[in-house]
């Protein structure tokens, strides 16, 4: 099945920016108890770390989101990267 070609760079696009940011605030949660519990800084060191390295996964979701051949696969990979995160966060028992 073929995506009218508008159509995909409207996906890409929601993907670029919506997505980009739900996978960054979701790598951001997840990051934060990983870093504080293998004692590689403290908390308040750990949430700096962490919003600071959101912003470049923030950046590459979007360069990803316009060099993906298919929206679709886009918007999968972006799902599971979620999913990875938020399962992350839930084991770690901080959500």
């Given at each position: 099945?073929a995506?009218?070609?508008?159509?995909?760079?409207?996906?890409?696009?929601?993907?670029?920016?919506?997505?980009?940011?739900?996978?960054?605030?979701?790598?951001?949660f997840?990051?934060?108890p990983?870093?504080?519990l293998?004692?590689?800084?403290g908390?308040?060191?750990?949430?700096?770390?962490?919003?600071?390295?959101?912003?470049?996964?923030?950046?590459?979701?979007?360069?990803v989101?316009?060099?993906?051949?298919?929206s679709?696969?886009l918007?999968?990979?972006l799902?599971?990267?979620?999913?990875?995160?938020?399962?992350?966060?839930?084991?770690?028992?901080t959500?």
């Amino acid at each position: 099945m073929a995506i009218k070609p508008q159509l995909d760079v409207s996906l890409r696009l929601i993907a670029a920016v919506v997505g980009g940011y739900l996978v960054a605030v979701a790598f951001s949660f997840a990051c934060v108890p990983l870093l504080v519990l293998s004692h590689a800084c403290g908390e308040q060191e750990a949430v700096m770390v962490s919003s600071m390295l959101s912003y470049l996964l923030y950046f590459a979701v979007i360069i990803v989101s316009f060099c993906r051949k298919s929206s679709v696969l886009l918007w999968r990979d972006l799902a599971l990267i979620m999913f990875v995160c938020a399962m992350l966060t839930y084991m770690l028992g901080t959500g």
